[in-house]
């Protein structure tokens, strides 16, 4: 069974440009989650969504953030515009369902470096 | 206070010792704890859960849970190098219904 699926692995953009991460869950995962996680600090939540419905993006800066997960399978998050600060890998996860919170399932990451 | 608190480390054991890994939390309403294993440039993976005070083994791992004293542990007995990682733990926050990671420990097993 394949697993979470993120692309692209690394992205090198100059500050003020756009930039967007593609997810594809674990096939029969109803809950996608995006999180952000700086070096030597553990995972912080951006968003969560149940199937499409987005039920949790209070920690989403959403000035420069914006997400979407249309018909309830594939992800994208995308930030416009970045920021220096933004330079972090980006992690995708899904679990079978709103249930199991804590039983994720993690992608491999998109790792941002903004100039 | 972060809601979720662990040694940074690094935690240096020989092979074959036991290495304990520690984590306390702020949220006395938690039900759910959980430890992630993350390998330098690799994404988290889920190790163990537990869900009751007390102890959970599973092979070489053991976690323990004290909720009285808002405090998680994590046990590898014969450590390996290949145990040789950071390690996450991660609280199911009840406010919310949101899984909240601490920091990571970092453990070295040398051999």
Redesign the interface.
């Known amino acids: 069974e394949a697993g979470v699926v993120q692309s692209p692995r690394y992205k090198i953009i100059e500050k003020k440009q756009p930039v967007a991460f593609w997810c594809n869950p674990i096939s029969g995962h109803n809950t996608l989650y995006w999180y952000l996680q700086n070096l030597g600090q553990g995972p912080e939540l951006l968003i969560r969504y149940e199937n499409e419905e987005a039920v949790d993006d209070s920690q989403l800066p959403k000035d420069r953030f914006s997400a979407e997960r249309l018909k309830g399978v594939d992800s994208t998050l995308k930030i416009q515009p970045a920021e220096l600060g933004d330079s972090a890998v980006y992690l995708c996860a899904s679990s079978l369902d709103f249930t199991n919170t804590g039983e994720l399932f993690f992608g491999e990451g998109s790792r941002l470096t903004v100039l | 206070q972060k809601e ?1 608190e662990q040694n ?1 480390g690094p935690l240096s054991v020989p092979e074959g010792a036991i290495a304990s890994l520690n984590c306390t939390y702020s949220d006395r309403g938690s039900q ?3 430890w992630y294993r993350q390998y330098s440039g ?5 190790i163990m ?1 537990i869900y009751s005070n007390g102890d959970k083994e599973d092979g070489r791992f053991t976690a323990q849970l004290n909720k009285a004293s808002q405090y998680v542990s994590l046990l590898i007995r014969d450590s390996q190098p290949s145990d040789s990682a950071t390690y ?1 733990c ?1 609280v ?1 926050r009840e406010y ?9 420990t970092i453990l070295r097993v040398k051999s």
Do not use: Q, T
């Open positions: 979720v940074s759910s704890f959980f690799k994404s988290p993976e889920l859960f996450l991660a199911n919310g219904n949101k899984l909240v990671f601490g920091a990571g």
